[in-house]
C-alpha cells in the first residue's frame, strides 16, 4: 500500500531500481522528507481505516501538529528550494 500511496508513478519505477541497488534502503532516506510530508497529507484517511480509539488518536494528533510546526520552522534545511520538473 505504501508504494501506491505515497510515490508517484515515475517515482515506482525509481524505487524498484533502488530497491535493486541498495537492498532494504528505507523510502525517507530516498525521497526524504517530502515522503514523510506525503504520508502526512494521507494520514488522516490511514488513521480513519486503523479505527484508532479516541484516547489514542487525540494525542498522537497533537504529537502530528508539533511535528508539522517543526517541519515549518525548519523548512528551509530540510526541504529543496526547487525540484526538476516532472517528465
Known sequence: MRRQTLLYEEEQAQWAEARA???S???SKIYGPEHLLRLLCHLPCL????????????PLRLRLVELMRYIERHVD????????ARA
Do not use: M, N
Open 47 to 58: 488513521l480513519q481505516l486503523a479505527r484508532l480509539p479516541k484516547a489514542s488518536e487525540d
Open 21 to 23: 541497488l541498495w537492498g
Open 25 to 27: 534502503a528505507h523510502p
Open 77 to 84: 534545511t530540510l526541504l529543496l528550494a526547487s525540484y526538476p
